[in-house]
């Protein structure tokens, strides 16, 4: 619906995200409600007439307080029912505003054909509207057929009502339409790249826990099988043999703690190449669209470790904190520079000087160049390391 407030969305942990409204924390319900606002300026008009009708006549005072009513109906409806639904069953609070507007609208058309005026038709945009942003998505098809019943019941009870409020009517469920389908698609990404994230996750799990089986579990098998035969001879009195048998079994321990730290040394070094891999994959997933120039990586060592943390950390960043369209990543063996076109005023002041990750980032950094990240301009955030010239 046009001219709602820009508004950046601050992810959160469940799938319907809070908002930030002119620096103000927000929930997504008082958001849409801001949606609906503009609808409110339009009833102005019946309470023009009901002023200029005299609100010291019974019809008066009946179309103030149609128009009253239908109005703080309709806004408790964008507050109490979630936008769009959650998926389940009806709820009451959705069926209770549904009614109380449709009572309102009908209260409308009598009040109009009572003093025998028109425009209660236009009331159905309040109904429609909410209906359509609000209730499940099994349901917009028939409530459509029945707002298109109610509509013709009211030009054939009321020949005066303006064929024009149809086309006011229909633009605006046109809009509404969009800006559900826009909320749905947003919920979906979230949903899609969390989804990702966590599939990464447990890929990563399987991999650890394959490892450990495939390394260890012969070598605690045999250290098994050795502890039984040592108990066993030491029961039979054979002291030497046993002795032989407890020094394999400290051979195969100690073998065992050294394959385990490799094991953690194996999962604390990054591969440069694999994190370019998987991030590229994971930012694509998202719906973003990834540049890779690549003059030369670094060789394998320190700096190499160093790049596959920042390009880790900047896509964990970008996943959370942005909605990012575009990113660049750029190496070369002695600088990393990764952009991204998901930033904004907002965003820059929330993440000044970066959250837990980029300081710790930059402390590892710092034994061999400069990590800085920020604001490249108004809608762009740079991620940017440069190795030290006494080491390059």
């Known amino acids: 619906m046009a001219g709602h407030p820009t508004a950046e969305r601050i992810p959160v942990n469940d799938a319907y995200p809070t908002f930030r409204i002119f620096g103000m924390r927000c929930h997504p319900r008082v958001y849409s409600l801001l949606w609906a606002a503009p609808y409110l300026l339009f009833l102005a008009f019946p309470i023009s007439s009901a002023i200029t ?28 029912n979630p936008v769009p639904p959650s998926p389940g069953p009806v709820t009451p609070t959705f069926v209770i505003t549904t009614i109380l507007l449709l009572l309102f609208q009908g209260a409308g058309a009598a009040v109009a054909l009572v003093l025998g005026g028109s425009g209660a038709v236009y009331f159905l945009t309040y109904n429609v509207a909410a209906w359509i942003i609000q209730a499940p998505r099994r349901l917009l098809g028939p409530g459509a057929i029945g707002f298109a019943l109610i509509a013709g019941v009211e030009f054939f009870i009321n020949p005066r009502e303006n064929i024009f409020a149809l086309f006011i009517i229909l633009m605006a469920s046109i809009a509404v339409v969009l800006s559900r389908a826009g909320i749905e698609l947003d919920i979906r990404k ?16 399987n991999r650890i826990s394959a490892d450990l089986h495939d390394i260890l579990g012969h070598t605690l098998t045999g250290i098994s099988i050795k502890a039984d035969l040592t108990s066993r001879l030491l029961e039979a009195g ?6 032989t048998h407890l020094d394999e079994l400290l051979d195969l321990s100690r073998g065992a703690l050294t394959q385990v730290r490799q094991v953690v040394t194996a999962n604390q070094s990054l591969s440069l190449e694999e994190e370019l891999t998987s991030s590229q994959a994971l930012l694509e997933d998202a719906g973003a669209t990834v540049t890779l ?7 394998a060592g320190p700096i190499s470790l160093l790049f596959a943390h920042i390009v880790r950390e900047s896509t964990t960043n970008i ?3 942005s909605h990012a369209t575009q990113v660049d990543i750029h190496i070369e063996p002695q600088r990393i520079e990764i952009t991204n076109n998901g930033t904004n005023r907002i965003l820059s002041e929330d993440t000044q000087g970066g959250g837990i990750g980029l300081i710790s980032l930059r402390e590892r950094a710092a034994a061999h160049g400069t990590l800085t ?8 955030w740079r991620v940017l390391f440069t190795l030290n010239k006494d080491m390059r």
Do not use: C
């Not at 006549?57 to 806004?75: D, H, N, P, Q, S």
């Not at 054979?238 to 002795?243: G, H, K």
């Not at 990240?373 to 762009?380: E, R």
């Open 53 to 80: 009708y005299g609100l010291n006549r019974v019809g008066g005072i009946a179309l103030m307080a149609v128009t009253i009513g239908l109005g703080a109906t309709y806004v408790a409806s964008w507050i109490f």
């Open 190 to 205: 979230k949903v899609e790249t969390k989804r990702a994230l966590a599939l990464a996750e447990e890929h990563e799990r």
């Open 238 to 243: 054979r002291t030497e043999d046993a002795r």
């Open 293 to 299: 120039a690549i003059s030369e990586l670094p060789p």
């Open 319 to 321: 996943l959370t904190h």
């Open 373 to 380: 990240s920020g604001p490249l301009h108004a809608q762009q």
